[in-house]
């Protein structure tokens, strides 16, 4: 585990398919750091296989929406989610860098907000073994265990959690 550290700054905007491969470098920093001990070194290899192109994909087939934070122009985080049915969170991934300095909250925050905005009442994820406890203190609970295929065979250990969002906040005067 890594500290938590101070909080950063980070400008948070939505992700286009030109993001593609920042996103795919992303992950693969972020697996191969910070997913380490959770699972064998073969199933991380098959993790951090998905490539720009499946980012390209999720973006315009997949239906997913996703939002990147950056630092300095460059991008240091991504979540994602899609209106499914169901609703769900889709990924948080940080680089090693900034991990434990806020921006994955930050992010998930944003998803969460964009996902009610779109009408969505709650959300499930399929968490990675490492990436439960942020959830969980994030709200989400239950925990079926469940396992997500990767593409060229194999599949990863997950555990199923899900959070109620609460109704948007009415503006004034609305
Ligand atoms: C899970 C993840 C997105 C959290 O992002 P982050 O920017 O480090 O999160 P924050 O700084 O906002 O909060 C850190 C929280 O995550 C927890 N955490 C879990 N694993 C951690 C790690 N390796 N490093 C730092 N914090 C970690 C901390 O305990 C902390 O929780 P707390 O605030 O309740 O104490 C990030 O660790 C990551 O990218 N992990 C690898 C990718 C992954 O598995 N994503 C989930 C896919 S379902």
Same mark, same amino acid.
């Given at each position: 585990? &890594? ?9 948070? =905007? =939505? ?52 939002? !990147? ?22 990924? !948080? ?5 900034? #991990? ?10 944003? !998803? ?12 499930? !994820? ?10 969980? #203190? ?7 265990? &469940? ?11 997950? &555990?199923?959690? #899900? ?7 009415? =503006?004034?005067?609305?």
């Amino acid at each position: 585990m &890594i500290a938590r550290g101070a909080p950063l700054a980070a400008a948070l =905007r =939505r992700a286009t398919v030109a993001d593609a491969p920042a996103l795919a470098r992303v992950q693969r920093a972020s697996v191969r750091a910070l997913a380490r001990g959770a699972y064998p070194p073969s199933q991380l290899a098959a993790w951090t296989r998905l490539g720009p192109l499946y980012h390209r994909w999720a973006l315009v087939a997949g239906g997913e929406v996703a939002f !990147v934070a950056e630092r300095a122009g460059h991008v240091v985080g991504y979540a994602a989610f899609t209106l499914g049915p169901p609703a769900e969170v889709t990924a !948080v991934f940080v680089r090693p860098a900034v #991990a434990g300095r806020g921006v994955g909250t930050f992010l998930l925050a944003r !998803v969460e907000a964009e996902a009610r905005r779109r009408g969505a009442r709650r959300l499930v !994820v399929k968490a990675s073994l490492n990436g439960e406890p942020f959830y969980r #203190a994030r709200g989400y609970g239950g925990g079926r265990r &469940i396992r997500v295929p990767l593409p060229g065979g194999g599949a990863l250990a997950a &555990i199923r959690l #899900a959070k109620a969002l609460s109704p948007p906040t009415a =503006r004034p005067g609305s």
